[in-house]
């Protein structure tokens, strides 16, 4: 299984800042020790004109060239940099690839990703450029293939930018579960959302998550899945509001790699955000998304290597 990473480029944050960069580093750190058959590889960085499917021209530009006003960067939450070009480029890159790699090999995974924030003309939310959506039009216009794409965003914040960007898009379905009470305080409306309250716990979340999954293939039926896991779900989690166990995330992925295989559909997947009190919970939550991943790749292949060859 592919894995693509982009955290050799940090940002020049300044001190006290609250968004764990340095969770990037750890997880590919924790891949690389305990899953050495997953390939890691250094993320491509998205082009303007790939960036350009799913954003305006004119807003790809005034990014690259350090034409942000400071009320947008305070949005965005991050000051500009080149190496906030270069990592927000990389991470949209490593869904991209990580789309394609699913395509040939059934699943594939963005070790960061998952800035769903993003809209068509502005950064929201520590989130530059929207990955989960330039990922999916350029999948389809590079396979010349309308694909019926599916994001399944269990980020605990709602996926505002992927619905407002992709809305009134027929080819794809986005699928939101977040809280309630959560940022950004003005939603988009997804194709479908399943707002929860403060507090929710794991058998409601996922009884929640089944019905929400169920609706999805009922309504629209994909062929590709882009999956924004998300560990901010997690009751450790400083900005998450619910209260997943670590068990229950892990069941949470289960679900959805359960969907796919189920209905051999390919899926990517991006790690989305994770902002624990404790960084090693964060990671342990996102490595065991990355093992599921694994998991799902070996079972895949089982199942390719035992039914028969046409000739």
């Not at 050495?36 to 303007?48: F, G, K, Q």
């Not at 407002?164 to 940022?183: C, M, P, R, V, Y």
Request: some cysteine; aromatic content about 8%; hydrophobic content about 40%.
């Amino acid at each position: 299984m592919k894995a693509f990473y982009s955290d050799c480029y940090t940002l020049p944050l300044p001190a006290g800042h609250r968004f764990p960069m340095v969770k990037y580093e750890r997880l590919r750190a924790r891949v690389r020790e305990e899953l050495p058959y997953v390939r890691l590889i250094e993320s491509p960085p998205a082009t303007d004109e790939q960036l350009a499917r799913a954003h305006d021209r004119e807003y790809v530009r005034r990014v690259a060239c350090g034409e942000l006003s400071s009320a947008e960067q305070r949005a965005i939450g991050f000051p500009w940099s080149r190496p906030l070009v270069e990592r927000s480029r990389r991470s949209a890159g490593a869904t991209i690839a990580a789309g394609r790699a699913a395509l040939e090999e059934g699943v594939a995974v963005n070790l960061a990703g998952g800035t769903h924030h993003a809209l068509r003309d502005r950064g929201l939310g520590y989130c530059v450029f929207n990955d989960a959506a330039v990922a999916a039009k350029t999948i389809q216009v590079e396979t010349r293939r309308p694909w019926r794409i599916a994001i399944v965003d269990c980020d605990v914040h709602q996926g505002n930018g992927t619905a407002a960007i992709l809305a009134g898009d027929a080819t794809t379905f986005t699928l939101s579960l977040h809280a309630e009470k959560n940022f950004p305080f003005r939603k988009s409306p997804s194709d479908l959302d399943r707002e929860l309250p403060d507090g929710t716990g794991d058998a409601e979340y996922l009884r929640v998550l089944d019905e929400a999954l169920d609706e999805m293939v009922e309504r629209f039926g994909p062929e590709l899945i882009i999956y924004l896991a998300g560990a901010d779900a997690h009751e450790n989690d400083r900005l998450g509001r619910l209260s997943l166990t670590t068990a229950g995330m892990a069941a949470r992925d289960a679900r959805v790699f359960d969907l796919a295989f189920r209905l051999r559909v390919p899926i990517a997947v991006a790690m989305a955000g994770g902002y624990g009190r404790d960084i090693d919970v964060t990671v342990e939550v996102h490595f065991n998304t990355v093992r599921a991943a694994w998991l799902h790749w070996q079972r895949c292949a089982a199942r390719a290597a035992a039914e028969p060859t046409l000739v």
